[in-house]
């Protein structure tokens, strides 16, 4: 059974920094590719970022193109999002979900999924 646990995240002003984690617990390591979402309000939730299993593929939605990096550690079988430039509107909360269909279609049971983490940028 797969575990996601998240952590990272908070308030910070725009043009800010942070960074997000997610670990991933299961019994035996998979190639697994990673995906970030986010729930914002007043929309769906949406495509962010994704990262292939190796490490040697990124995807990114437009709008946080050249402003957030995915990326993988595999020692640490943690998956991380870097968010620089942080703008108001990237405020909601984000979510790390396994890939199904690369680049932007993940899983939808719940262990598939990390719980959350809420991202605030201030203006």
């Known amino acids: 059974q797969v575990h996601l646990v998240q952590s990272g995240g908070g308030l910070v002003q725009a043009g800010g920094s942070l960074r997000l984690a997610c670990v991933v617990f299961?019994?035996?390591?998979?190639?697994?590719?990673m995906g970030w979402f986010r729930q914002t309000p007043g929309k769906e939730r949406e495509f962010v970022a994704a990262?292939?299993?190796?490490?040697?593929?990124?995807h990114y939605a437009d709008v946080v193109k050249g402003r957030f990096t995915a990326s993988r550690d595999s020692a640490r079988n943690t998956w991380s999002l870097q968010m620089n430039s942080l703008e108001p509107q990237d405020t909601g909360v984000y979510y790390c979900?396994?890939?199904?269909?690369?680049?932007?279609?993940?899983?939808?049971?719940?262990?598939?999924w990390g719980q959350g983490t809420q991202v605030t940028v201030s203006s």
């Open positions: 979900a396994i890939i199904r269909n690369w680049p932007n279609q993940p899983y939808s049971d719940r262990d598939s």
């Open positions: 299961r019994p035996t390591l998979s190639s697994w590719h």
């Open positions: 990262v292939s299993w190796n490490n040697e593929t990124t």
